[in-house]
């Protein structure tokens, strides 16, 4: 069986955790949004694909959802000391290792997904780790300033950490996107898969960046496997991140619906064939198998009922495994 996975954040690496334990044995290809990949201080910082790293591997902060578990801030309080710009954004010292060390192999040549790949042989994650692509990927949000009534684009970073998402988006533009190519292992990762899962991460920075890649689209719908979506809106809201500031710069209702609506039917030229919403959210996405399924990731039990839940709406049992 193998199986792939679009993921982004806490949400796209906690279902990736519930997929490995709902198929023991499966090849599992995690294709990562890198859109949010930002410079600071020098580093290449790669959230996504350190959060979907540090969960698989055992190394995550479980409270904070990001992050290394048992951190320390030295660094972070001896830049504030300096007075070294940004000072929104925060490296912890177990962390730094890890942006060291990437941005040392970055700098020899070594592409992203092969510096992906070395990483992860430390961290041992039990899926195939793959960035969406080895170019430089990053989204931009272009909001209201405060201060003079213009419009201006920020990185995403500073737009959700700095900011806490509080200015309106207009736009999210991801900035390097048309020159981008999948990563060695996309395209084949789709054409060889028994399902395709889309995390319930959000649909339009992370899924929808991934997607914006040339040829990743339209390789997923190539694929001869069903493709199955998991709604990350529930009671018409969202349990993490910021999908819900997201969703109406694009005209799309904070809802299962909505979102199921977005992504449309792949006999239409969307993408789902399934698409899992919270029991209680109604959802009429026109062509798609919508199905209730408990979605809070509560508990390991949860997670992997709900990635078997995906799985099943994806034919798993049917493939014999």
Same mark, same amino acid.
């Given at each position: 069986m193998?199986? =792939?996975?679009? !993921?982004g954040?806490?949400?796209?690496?906690r279902? @990736?955790?519930?997929?490995?334990?709902?198929?023991?044995?499966?090849e599992? &290809?995690? /294709?990562?949004? #890198?859109?949010?990949?930002v410079t600071?201080?020098g580093?290449?910082?790669?959230?996504?694909?350190?959060?979907?790293?540090? #969960?698989l591997?055992?190394?995550?902060?479980?409270e904070?959802?990001?992050?290394?578990?048992?951190?320390?801030w030295t660094?972070?309080e001896?830049?504030?000391?300096y007075?070294?710009?940004?000072?929104?954004?925060?490296l912890?010292?177990r962390?730094?290792?890890t942006?060291?060390?990437?941005t040392?192999?970055?700098d020899?040549?070594?592409?992203?997904?092969?510096?992906t790949?070395?990483?992860?042989?430390?961290?041992?994650?039990g899926?195939? @780790?793959?960035?969406?692509?080895?170019?430089r =990927?990053? #989204?931009?949000v272009?909001? &209201?300033?405060?201060g003079?009534?213009?419009?201006?684009a920020i990185h995403?970073?500073?737009?959700?950490?700095?900011?806490?998402a509080?200015?309106?988006p207009a736009?999210? /533009?991801?900035?390097g /996107?048309?020159a981008?190519r999948p990563?060695? +292992?996309?395209l084949?990762?789709?054409?060889?898969?028994?399902? /395709?899962?889309?995390?319930?991460?959000n649909?339009v =920075?992370s899924?929808? &960046?991934?997607?914006?890649v040339?040829?990743l689209?339209?390789?997923?719908?190539?694929?001869?496997?069903?493709?199955?979506?998991v709604?990350?809106? =529930? +009671?018409?809201?969202?349990?993490?991140?910021m999908?819900?500031?997201?969703l109406?710069?694009l005209?799309?209702?904070?809802?299962a619906?909505?979102?199921?609506?977005?992504?449309?039917s792949r006999?239409?030229? +969307? @993408? @789902?064939?399934?698409?899992l919403?919270?029991?209680?959210d109604?959802?009429?996405?026109p062509?798609?198998d919508?199905?209730?399924?408990?979605l809070?990731?509560?508990s !390991?039990?949860? #997670?992997?009922?709900?990635?078997?839940?995906?799985?099943?709406?994806?034919?798993?049992?049917a493939? +014999?495994v």
């Amino acid at each position: 069986m193998q199986i =792939v996975v679009l !993921a982004g954040g806490t949400g796209g690496a906690r279902f @990736l955790r519930g997929v490995r334990s709902a198929a023991p044995g499966a090849e599992i &290809t995690a /294709v990562v949004n #890198t859109g949010d990949d930002v410079t600071l201080h020098g580093l290449r910082i790669c959230p996504d694909l350190d959060t979907v790293m540090y #969960t698989l591997g055992g190394g995550i902060d479980e409270e904070r959802g990001w992050g290394r578990a048992g951190e320390s801030w030295t660094v972070k309080e001896e830049l504030a000391a300096y007075g070294a710009d940004p000072d929104w954004f925060g490296l912890g010292d177990r962390d730094l290792a890890t942006h060291l060390i990437r941005t040392r192999m970055l700098d020899a040549g070594f592409p992203l997904s092969q510096v992906t790949a070395a990483l992860a042989d430390r961290w041992q994650p039990g899926v195939t @780790l793959l960035p969406m692509s080895d170019q430089r =990927v990053e #989204t931009h949000v272009v909001v &209201t300033d405060p201060g003079t009534g213009r419009q201006r684009a920020i990185h995403f970073q500073e737009w959700w950490v700095r900011h806490r998402a509080a200015l309106d988006p207009a736009a999210f /533009v991801q900035i390097g /996107v048309e020159a981008a190519r999948p990563a060695p +292992g996309v395209l084949e990762a789709f054409a060889a898969a028994d399902a /395709v899962l889309l995390a319930p991460s959000n649909p339009v =920075v992370s899924i929808g &960046t991934v997607l914006g890649v040339p040829g990743l689209r339209e390789a997923l719908l190539s694929s001869p496997a069903r493709v199955v979506g998991v709604s990350p809106v =529930v +009671g018409g809201g969202v349990l993490r991140g910021m999908a819900d500031r997201c969703l109406p710069a694009l005209g799309v209702e904070v809802s299962a619906e909505g979102v199921g609506r977005h992504y449309g039917s792949r006999t239409d030229g +969307g @993408l @789902l064939d399934a698409w899992l919403v919270a029991p209680g959210d109604a959802a009429d996405v026109p062509g798609v198998d919508v199905r209730q399924v408990p979605l809070l990731m509560s508990s !390991a039990e949860a #997670t992997t009922a709900l990635a078997q839940a995906a799985l099943d709406a994806a034919g798993f049992r049917a493939a +014999g495994v």
